[in-house]
Antibody, heavy 118, light 113 residues
């Protein structure tokens, strides 16, 4: 059974940093692209970042480019999202998702809440 | 970005009745080389992650009840729940994954009884 479990969310002040983790199990982690997607209050679901199976290719939404960094440790079956220079508009529930057919976010974790506020 | 719109914003349906949700994309999500529509439908309940129901516009995900069906092509799509059950109360989103990595979701349709 595919399982994705996010952690690392919390309350942080504007300008602060957080690192999210996503522990994967039930599949060959290194064989799949992975996404981070966030659910922004009042704005719905928004793609944040993606990474390929060996971690050599990454892409970011314009809204987070230069502030967020996606990475993975295939030995630990774990996906990461380093979030720096956080802003109030980054407040959201963050989900990791396994990508199937190379394009479709098929399996999702339960999400972790990030709140950016002073 | 491809903009996704949905209608209605919300609907109330009696138990056992049909629910129909429409989704429209600002440009075609039909990939001509494989004749597949890069369109998915998700169900999300409070406190839960999105659950994939339908992909390639009409392929039902494993384990999803057959009362859920998807149809359409190009820019216009429909999710139909043929006989609404109490556990179907949720928000439903369409999503295009044609324009990768900039996949986009519709604003959601809330289904109530």
């Amino acid at each position: 059974e595919v399982q994705l479990v996010e952690s690392g969310g919390g309350l942080v002040q504007p300008g602060g940093s957080l690192r999210l983790s996503c522990a994967a199990s039930g599949f060959t982690f290194s064989s799949f692209w992975m996404y981070w997607v966030r659910r922004v209050p009042g704005k719905g679901l928004v793609w944040v970042s993606r990474i390929n199976g060996d971690g050599t290719t990454t892409t970011y939404a314009d809204s987070v480019k230069g502030r967020f960094s996606i990475s993975r440790d295939n030995a630990k079956n774990t996906l990461y999202l380093q979030m720096d220079s956080l802003r109030a508009e980054d407040t959201a529930v963050y989900y990791c998702s396994r990508v199937d057919f190379g394009v479709l976010p098929r399996y999702w974790g339960q999400g972790t809440l990030v709140t950016v506020s002073s | 970005d491809i903009v996704m719109t949905q209608s209605p914003e919300s609907l109330a349906v009696s138990l056992g009745e049909r629910a129909t949700i429409n989704c429209k994309s600002s440009q075609s999500v039909l990939y001509s080389s494989n004749n597949k529509n890069y369109l998915a439908w998700y169900q999300q309940k409070p406190g839960q992650p999105p659950k994939l129901l339908i992909y390639w516009a009409s392929t039902r995900e494993s384990g999803v009840p057959d009362r859920f069906s998807g149809s359409g092509s190009g820019t216009d799509f429909t999710l139909t729940i043929s006989s609404l059950q109490a556990e179907d109360v949720a928000v439903y989103y369409c999503q295009q994954y044609y324009n990768i990595p900039q996949f986009t979701f519709g604003p959601g349709t809330k289904v109530d009884i």
